[in-house]
């Protein structure tokens, strides 16, 4: 078989063998069409490409400002590919197996425990603005605890303003 067909063949075999759904498949296609073309491009094949050049495929990814979950979806469609071609014999190596991921971007929390409740409240009564500063008049821990108390947090900054105007 001849690298050109590699990824049809594997997208079949992903639908049949692995049951994967119809957007996967579509998403996968769209990954190694675009490594493809970009090896292409630098005169490679599937059937050529080296680590390096799967590595320099993904930063640049990196550097296009693609999202971390982007990235990593490439890079599985890429592994899994040539995971592939190695068990059909299409290839004796697999130039992706030991790359890693981009790793995950740390999120905010949803939501914050009591004990980080606790710990922000006490750093904004140690750390935060106080009359004697020439900021607020309304300390950042007693603008913390009103938020904290039940309101929502958009609604924070709007009481913060009033509570000033009012006591300024």
């Known amino acids: ?11 079949e075999a992903q639908a049949a063998e692995r049951g994967a759904a119809d957007n996967t498949t579509a998403a996968y296609a769209r990954d190694l069409n675009d490594f ?14 080296q680590r390096a050049d799967v ?15 982007t990235r990593a979806r490439r890079l599985s469609s890429i592994k899994q590919l040539y995971r592939f071609a190695f068990e059909e014999g299409l290839r004796e190596d697999n130039p992706a197996v030991q790359i890693s991921g981009p ?11 009591i004990e ?10 140690e750390h935060g603005r106080t009359e004697d500063d020439g900021g607020a008049h309304l300390p950042d ?11 929502r947090a958009r609604h924070l900054p ?3 303003r009033a509570a000033i105007r009012a006591c300024c």
């Open 116 to 125: 980080e409740v606790d710990r922000l409240l006490q750093a904004a009564t």
């Open 158 to 160: 709007l009481r913060r």
């Open 141 to 151: 821990a007693a603008a913390l605890r009103h938020g904290h108390a039940g309101d």
């Open 55 to 69: 590595e320099a495929y993904l930063i640049e990814c990196e550097a296009q400002g693609l999202a971390v979950s």
């Open 1 to 11: 078989m001849s690298a050109a067909n590699w990824t049809g063949a594997f997208l």
């Open 36 to 49: 493809t073309g970009w090896l292409a491009a630098r005169g490679h094949g599937l059937d050529t490409a």
């Open 103 to 113: 790793g995950k971007s740390k999120r905010l929390p949803k939501t914050l425990s």
